[in-house]
């Protein structure tokens, strides 16, 4: 069994291109699950990639958005 290898928030967030906040975020909802040792928060590349792969389908699903009744003859 290889080694579990662990991430920084610093490197997810450069991995991943996006905002440490948004890291943070994610790791406080409980999205990202996460280790702390001292200061420094750690992942699992696995929770990471796992993390990634559930964010990339919500974003893909098709959201239904409602619109004021005012508004209709716009759309």
């Known amino acids: 069994m290889p080694p579990i290898r662990w991430l920084t928030v610093e490197q997810i ?3 991943q291109r996006m905002r440490r ?11 990202l699950p996460f280790e702390q040792r001292g200061r420094i928060r750690y992942a699992r590349v696995c929770d990471v990639e796992a ?3 559930a964010r ?3 974003e893909a699903e098709p959201r239904t958005l409602l619109v ?4 209709v003859e716009f759309i």
């Open 51 to 53: 993390w990634e792969e």
């Open 21 to 31: 906040q948004t890291v943070l975020a994610a790791m406080h909802a409980g999205e």
């Open 68 to 71: 004021h009744p005012d508004l």
């Open 13 to 15: 967030r450069k991995q």
């Open 56 to 58: 990339l389908r919500r």
